[in-house]
């Protein structure tokens, strides 16, 4: 095995064994098929960000916040076993819930890390159109959540919501972000009736 990759599954398999607290260990994991993901995944991270979650890149030094995501490239084509380590170890390193990305026509990785990680709920991102038949077709009995492509950012409010029913403080955030879209939509639209469509659209130019 490549010395890069057996080197991050022995890193997840240690701590999977090791005895870490729950305040420690990340609340929500984000992977994705390649890093030429990035870009669309990058909206889950922004999700995260804007409800107080940090992330953590280095078990031994977690951040201060109560709730915090972490972040791998996993191939569920080209690193199969790294693939296969992450997700049967997510529960036992604390994971509460996974998002996972994937391009091109065989965008596995969702549905393949929904199977090894079950019972643990994955959210799938299609990152391109044509991946959404391949994240969506899972059979009964094997269950993944998916969003529309592209949707990494709805993928991590999703992610959010299955968490605050345990943490009231999640449910909080979530409700103040959801009353500042509502607020922005109000103010456009008074904006927009006291300007006039003409005004209005020559300050959008």
């Not at 391109?128 to 990494?152: F, R, W």
């Amino acid at each position: 095995m490549v010395d890069a990759v057996d080197s991050l599954i022995r890193d997840l398999r240690a701590e999977a064994d090791a005895d870490r607290s729950p305040e420690a260990t990340p609340d929500v994991g984000v992977v994705m098929g390649s890093d030429s993901d990035f870009d669309v995944m990058s909206g889950a991270f922004d999700a995260l960000t804007e409800l107080g979650f940090e992330e953590q890149t280095d078990p031994a030094e977690p951040p201060e916040s109560q709730f915090s995501f972490e972040t791998y490239v996993v191939s569920a084509h080209r690193t199969p076993d790294l693939m296969y380590a992450y997700a049967e170890t997510a529960e036992a390193r604390g994971l509460d819930v996974l998002i996972a990305g994937a391009g091109g026509k065989s965008a596995d990785l969702p549905n393949m890390t929904a199977s090894i990680a079950y019972p643990l709920p994955v959210i799938g991102v299609p990152v391109q159109e044509k991946s959404v038949d391949s994240v969506i077709g899972m059979p009964t009995g094997a269950p993944l959540v998916a969003v529309d492509a592209g949707k990494s950012f709805n993928a991590a409010l999703s992610a959010v919501q299955i968490l605050a029913r345990e943490h009231d403080e999640l449910a909080h955030r979530l409700r103040e972000y959801h009353e500042q879209l509502q607020q922005s939509v109000g103010d456009v639209s008074r904006d927009l009736h006291e300007s006039g469509h003409d005004l209005f659209g020559r300050r959008r130019e």
